[in-house]
């Protein structure tokens, strides 16, 4: 599909565009080529500030730029819908920030019009393309764990209550479980697959969102994840799973580059670190520049079908917690 470096048109002007933006100058499988924005104003200062040429004064005339392969989505989940119909109905292919949509009606629209146009599309779940994340899918493969048991994942982070915050504000999809939860629940989904049981608990926050939410998943296998994401407090963030014969314990943040052991019940711990630079998203760059050179659509590292099935988790949980408060 391409054979030149990905053009990159990045939508959106906020923290973690500009994190993209930083980590695209790490790799040269792509660039940022131009930026789109509610105002010329924010266009020009990212622009300037990223060595960008063209910068434009609306998310349409990023969407009709001939010199964008694809468009990088980093607006608040609830624009991500429309935001990234709009580029794919341009002719563009997309990557989506996390959560990749408000809910999974939302994701499976976006994945239709995808396949229907033939574009590549892919959620930017960004963990999955660490190099210690890729450790731990070999060990996985090669059935290190034996039969997994449990995967435990915690995602705290503590936020100033402010009410225009977007992780407070319901119309800016704020709340745990949609910022923070979809890193544990994308953790679990990778090892364990879909859950066939959900069992969660949330508590609100002053606007009603979600500011803490615990979750008990349970798979026909017997295995259980345990997973916890709150906006009050720090967490440990860290991450495990055990199975029969070993297990893998994630070292810091469980969803930025860092090491990963594996401890056998019998003998001795294996720890790898791998190098890594930048804030760890050039990967997800990475691998949308080898699936387009290859002309796939979708990236088996990140399937779209597991995207929705993980919106539909967070559907059931947040379906709880809107029964339980
Ligand atoms: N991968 C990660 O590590 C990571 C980290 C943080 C956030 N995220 C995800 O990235 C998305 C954006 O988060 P962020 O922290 O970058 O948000 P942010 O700093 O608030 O930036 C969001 C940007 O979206 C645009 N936007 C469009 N409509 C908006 C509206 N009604 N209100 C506010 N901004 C609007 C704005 O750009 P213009 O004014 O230029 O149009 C704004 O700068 C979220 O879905 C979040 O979950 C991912």
Known sequence: MTDHPVRWGILGTGGIASAFAADLRLTDSGAAVAVGSRSQESADRFADAFGIARRHASYEQLAADPDVDVIYVATPHPMHHGNAILALRAGKHVLIEKPFTMNAAEARDIVKVARER??????????????????IRDWLAQGALGDIVTVIADHGQWFAEDPASRLFAPELGGGALLDLGVYPVSFASMVLGPPSRIVSMSDPAFT??????????GYDSGAQSVLTCTLRAKGPTRAAIVGTDAR??????FYAPVAVTLLPRNGDPVRVEPAHDGRGLRHQADEVARRLAAGDTESPLMPLDETISIMETIDTVLAQARKNT
Do not use: K
Request: hydrophobic fraction near 55%; proline fraction near 3%; glycine fraction near 8%.
């Open 208 to 217: 009603g969102v979600d500011a803490q939410t615990s979750m008990l998943f």
């Open 118 to 135: 033939g574009l590549f599309a892919m959620e930017a779940m960004w963990t999955r393309f660490l190099p210690h994340v890729a450790v």
């Open 248 to 253: 893998i314990e994630v070292e810091g943040d």
